[in-house]
């Protein structure tokens, strides 16, 4: 008498269980093949879009879609009086919103700490890195100056807000045009509307490359999605522009990266300047 047994297959629910339950191991499992669960090679970003003059009402826009993360950076200009001690220079302004629309993560109310953050690094990237010449943005010395409000909204959110972040807002600023604008004798500043600037030319482009650190196995991972940066505790940004000279080099978390390993993003981030290069 001969028994038949009966095979039961394997759903993708049962995959989706596991990686609930044990998030830490179900990714191990594949980043020891060296592969990732999307598909990706350790060392490969994500597919990358840029849609220039995506807010029509706005000085300057761009949108970015970085594999399932989506941004966009509308620029408005206002007038307003320079500092004191740099009375030729404007400003620029830039603000991350992370709002409940584009993930469950994120709450109402105060801007969260991760959008504060990436503000903050992308405001401090472009005081100390020679990015943007706000002396251009000067209408007469000591009396008026333009000041550049940037809003970086994030529509959607798949991990690596600051790569996308920063490639929405130095596309839109590569594109700015401003109302010509004078100040009368009266001290009002006249801008006309129908007459605009040439495009403000960048001093360099940057293009920010993240990776996330893991140890057992020992990987690092280009361009994190949001699961993959939920379960890291160390990450790496590169800024470099288009002539591969270094901006900026930050490390957050951990201390398990050497020598080599920056050398491995560094050599990766070029590879990715050299794609962006390509889309501009």
């Avoid at 989706?16 to 191991?25: A, D, Y």
């Avoid at 991350?96 to 953050?117: D, I, M, N, R, T």
Wanted: glycine share 4%; hydrophobic share 40%; aromatic share 6%.
């Amino acid at each position: 008498m001969s028994i038949k047994t009966k095979t039961v297959p394997v759903g993708t629910d049962n995959f989706e269980i596991f990686k609930r339950i044990q998030p830490h191991e179900y990714l191990k499992r594949f980043l020891n093949q060296q592969v990732r669960p999307d598909g990706r090679l350790l060392n490969e970003f994500r597919k990358t879009m840029i849609t220039k003059g995506a807010i029509s009402t706005a000085n300057a826009s761009a949108m970015v879609r970085l594999g399932g993360t989506t941004v966009v950076c509308g620029i408005k200009a206002e007038v307003c009086e320079p500092r004191i001690a740099v009375p030729n220079e404007g400003y620029l302004v830039p603000n991350v919103e992370l709002s409940p629309l584009c993930s469950p993560k994120f709450k109402p109310g105060a801007p969260s700490e991760k959008a504060q953050s990436v503000s903050e690094f992308i405001n401090q990237l472009f005081l100390k890195s020679t990015i943007f010449p706000l002396e251009s943005l000067c209408i007469e010395e000591g009396k008026a100056v333009w000041v550049l409000y940037a809003d970086i909204v994030c529509l959607n959110y798949d991990g690596n807000i600051l790569d996308a972040s920063l490639l929405a807002l130095t596309a839109a600023l590569k594109d700015l045009k401003l109302p010509k604008a004078e100040v009368s004798q009266s001290m009002i500043v006249e801008a006309d509307s129908s007459h605009f600037t040439e495009p403000i030319q960048l001093s360099r482009f940057p293009v920010s490359s993240t990776f996330c650190v893991f140890n057992q196995p020992d990987v690092i991972l280009s361009d994190p999605n949001d699961a993959e940066e939920s379960l890291t505790k160390e990450t790496v940004t590169i800024v470099m522009d288009l002539d591969y000279e270094l901006c900026r080099v930050y490390k957050n978390g951990g201390t398990t990266i050497d020598d080599e390993g920056l050398k491995q993003c560094i050599e990766n981030a070029k590879k990715r300047t050299n794609e962006i290069k390509a889309l501009i």
